[in-house]
């Protein structure tokens, strides 16, 4: 590996910063189709390595490349890769995206598993997201020595990240505080949870209620296909949203976000999914305007969890984060040092890789040719003290050699 495959790193971002979280979506490739469409432009564009990353605010392409990285390889890139695109949103992706090379990749990289790039800083499920991607990539044989060294490196650099700074220590998005909060209540898992809306936002509560043993999941929504969906996800029962008036069920959590423009639940509505039942409910209201009525509040024993309240606690958590930024960043600058050795380092390990074997072959020349007829006159002790000889010259030949190589080259690079 030579220095300069550092700088024929690059890496192609499409962010949250430029692009709509929906655009993000339309570069998102099934795991089962990526070998094919992603060798494809591999091979195409003459790329050496390709790293695939693909979360649900930003799609990313690592690679190594001695290709000139310019608007027309980007344009190219998305053609190959996504053949059955619109003209117009390949131009949107071509002028929307981020692009770096060298250690200012290698430096992104970092950032975006250490979460400092993510749209909500501190998610630490972005460097499970990263080995994830990596892990596929090389099960596809898409990638090589350097993506194997520097996702290692920022693996080990996120962990640390993690470890030694409070930048993931307090929740920040919604979802999590409203899990959170749910926990405190310590609730049996049999809990009767009904859910009012199948979007994204109650998916993924309801993934976090299915991880950690909830069991008792009834679904409405407007689109019974979605109620199926998430109703399948966590084993529970869907029903459209037409039948809420009449179900008679109970509930003991209520979780609501639907993208009605006035308050879904009203007093009467409420009052008939309760069965008469007077204990205090625990409802979470995550939409926006909110779905349940005051008058709810005023009139019955709830514990009202609203997003206006989880948005605050949401922004307080965010600045705490903030904090940490400045310790991550100096972190980050000590592992960028560190990398740059490790390539160095490695670059010395594979121009030196042939050393043992031009040894090995020196010494059977040598013992086979060379001086063959009067090692056959020694007797079998001096064979065995030449042999004993010869094996400790063969071993020192090539660590010392090696180190001294490596001290040299990385001393002059």
């Known amino acids: 590996m030579k220095r300069a495959v550092l700088d024929s790193f690059h890496i192609i971002a499409f962010t949250h910063r430029q692009l709509e979280v929906n655009q993000i979506g339309l570069l998102h490739i099934d795991g089962n189709d990526q070998k094919q469409r992603l060798q494809t432009v591999k091979s195409e564009l003459a790329i050496d390595e390709l790293l695939f990353l693909s979360t649900c605010n930003r799609v990313e392409f690592m690679f190594i490349t001695q290709q000139l990285i310019n608007d027309e390889f980007i344009s190219q890139f998305i053609s190959t890769l996504y053949p059955q695109m619109e003209e117009a949103k390949k131009s949107v992706f071509t002028s929307n995206n981020e692009f770096y090379s060298g250690e200012e990749a290698v430096n992104h990289l970092f950032s975006v598993a250490s979460s400092i790039d993510s749209m909500i800083v501190g998610e630490r499920e972005i460097i499970t997201q990263v080995r994830n991607a990596y892990d596929l990539s090389n099960k596809h044989e898409l990638t090589g ?55 994204m936002t109650n998916t993924n509560l309801c993934r976090f209620l299915k991880k950690y043993g909830f069991s008792n999941f009834t679904v409405f929504n407007r689109t019974v296909s979605k109620a199926e969906q998430l109703a399948k996800e966590i084993k529970g029962k869907a029903l459209p949203l037409s039948e809420l008036q009449q179900y008679a069920q109970g509930f003991d959590v209520l979780l609501t976000c639907t993208g009605t423009d006035h308050h879904l639940i009203g007093l009467p509505l409420y009052e008939q999914l309760l069965q008469k039942e007077s204990t205090r409910k625990i409802v979470i209201d995550l939409a926006i305007p909110q779905d349940l009525h005051p008058d709810i509040i005023d009139k019955h024993p709830v514990n009202y969890i609203s997003v206006d309240v989880l948005q605050k606690e949401s922004n307080q958590n965010l600045k705490e984060r903030s904090k940490e930024v400045q310790h991550v960043e100096e972190i980050l600058a000590e592992a960028m040092f560190s990398f740059d050795y490790l390539v160095k380092e490695r670059s010395v390990e594979l121009a030196m890789r042939e050393v043992p074997n031009q040894v090995k072959q020196i010494k059977s020349t040598a013992v086979n040719e060379v001086f063959k007829q009067e090692i056959e006159s020694m007797d079998e002790h001096s064979k065995e003290v030449l042999e004993k000889v010869l094996g400790y010259m063969e071993k020192k030949y090539i660590s010392g050699p090696m180190k001294l190589a490596k001290d040299i080259l990385i001393k002059n690079t």
């Open 145 to 199: 020595d350097f993506i194997r060294l520097v996702l290692k490196h920022t693996i080990e650099t996120a962990k640390r990240v993690y470890t030694e700074t409070s930048i993931a220590t307090k929740p920040v998005s919604v979802v999590s505080l409203a899990y959170h909060k749910l926990k405190l209540t310590k609730l049996p898992l049999d809990t009767r949870i009904v859910i009012v809306g199948a979007g």
